[in-house]
């Protein structure tokens, strides 16, 4: 119990370190961003800055490399959220077996209980991060409008396809990419305005093959469409 306090703790500090002061910088961040993805890539083989009105000076490859791969996480995030609960109990209930039968199935102590013992904390410590990221996307959703969380549930938490979702909200499957994409950079936006950091978010799932899995497929997805807009 005592480490998940710790661990709630530690996600609780990570995201009250803003650097932005308010979510109206945060937006104004995100319209900079979007009005200048397009000049850095027509800029991408100078090694050209970014001036942005307001902030200071940021290297181009610095600010759009971290808000890319916030974008990803973001992603990843979202297509992990409906699972993570029954992960977590389905981890509770490893702990539970586990800890009923230290002795593991032979049932006497000639077993390796100090191995045991291990694999109870090794769950626990799995938990606490599964924890962790449940409460990042919590509060990464938790001022999003009632339509964006209607089109969270549908497309990320239920898996409907992007045909079934346009069907469900009477739109076109562009408007949807549309709408799926906006919502991905206001939260990734959010995110970096509250002070997160992908580093933070990889290091409560880098040992979640599943989740990195995912990852990787929505980077590739991401850079193929940063090649098509080079042509």
């Not at 102590?109 to 045991?116: A, E, F, N, R, V």
């Not at 919590?138 to 497309?155: H, M």
């Not at 562009?174 to 950079?185: A, G, M, P, T, Y």
């Amino acid at each position: 119990m005592k480490r998940g306090t710790c661990c709630e703790k530690k996600v609780k500090n990570e995201v009250k370190k803003p650097i932005l002061s308010s979510y109206k910088k945060c937006k104004k961040l995100l319209k900079t961003v979007k009005n200048h993805q397009k000049s850095a890539i027509n800029c991408q083989k100078s090694n050209k800055s970014i001036t942005v009105d307001g902030f200071d000076e940021f290297d181009r490859n610095s600010v759009l490399g971290e808000f890319n791969s916030m974008r990803v996480w973001v992603k990843t995030l979202l297509s992990i959220y409906g699972s993570v609960p029954n992960i977590i109990k389905l981890i509770d209930g490893l702990v539970s077996s586990n800890a009923t039968n230290p002795f593991g199935s032979c049932g006497n102590s000639t077993c390796d209980t100090y191995g045991q013992i291990e694999k109870i904390i090794d769950l626990c410590e799995r938990k606490n991060k599964m924890l962790n990221i449940y409460i990042l996307i919590k509060k990464l959703i938790a001022d999003i409008t009632p339509a964006e969380n209607a089109l969270i549930e549908a497309r990320f938490v239920e898996k409907l396809t992007v045909e079934a979702v346009a069907l469900d909200l009477k739109c076109t499957t562009r408007s949807v990419f549309r709408k799926i994409n906006s919502l991905v950079d206001k939260l990734a936006t959010f995110a970096i305005s509250k002070g997160w950091s992908t580093f933070f978010i990889e290091s409560q799932l880098e040992d979640e093959p599943w989740v990195i899995e995912q990852y990787n497929s929505f980077k590739i997805e991401q850079q193929k469409k940063q090649k098509r807009n080079l042509k």
